[in-house]
C-alpha cells in the first residue's frame, strides 16, 4: 500500500512539474516576442525616418497581438505629440525622436497568474 501512495505523489509531482515549467517556458515566450516586436517598431521608426505611415502600421500591428502600443514624438521645433490607436499619427513638422511603449499582458494560466508588463524605447 505505500508503494501505491508513493507512486501517485510522484507522477502527481512530476505532473505539477511539468506544467509549471511548460507555463513559466510560455511567460518567458511572451515576454520575448514584446520585446522584438518593441525591437521592430523602434528599427522601422528608424528606417522610414518617423513616418506618420510607418507609425499607424507599428500601432495597428501591435493592437492585432493584443499590444497597446504608443508613441511619443519629439519635433525640431520642440513640440511633442503622442499617438495611440485614438490618435493616429498626421503628417507634422519634422520628428527627431520617438519613445516607444508598448504595453503587453503575460500569463502563467496553471497558477491562475496574469501580469500586465510595459517595455519601452527610444528612437532617434
Not at 93 to 109: G, N
Amino acid at each position: 500500500m505505500p508503494t501505491v501512495i508513493k507512486s501517485f505523489m510522484g507522477v502527481f509531482f512530476f505532473a505539477l512539474v511539468v506544467f509549471l515549467g511548460t507555463g513559466i517556458l510560455n511567460y518567458q515566450a511572451d515576454v520575448t516576442r514584446a520585446l522584438s516586436y518593441k525591437q521592430d517598431v523602434i528599427q522601422e521608426l528608424q528606417n522610414s525616418n518617423f513616418s506618420p505611415s510607418v507609425m499607424n502600421a507599428c500601432i495597428q500591428a501591435g493592437e492585432a497581438s493584443s499590444y497597446q502600443v504608443s508613441i511619443a514624438v519629439a519635433a525640431g521645433d520642440g513640440t511633442k505629440k503622442t499617438y495611440t490607436k485614438q490618435n493616429p499619427a498626421a503628417n507634422d513638422t519634422e520628428i527627431v525622436s520617438a519613445y516607444v511603449t508598448v504595453k503587453y499582458t503575460s500569463r502563467l494560466p496553471f497558477l491562475g497568474v496574469e501580469t500586465a508588463n510595459t517595455l519601452r524605447g527610444f528612437a532617434r
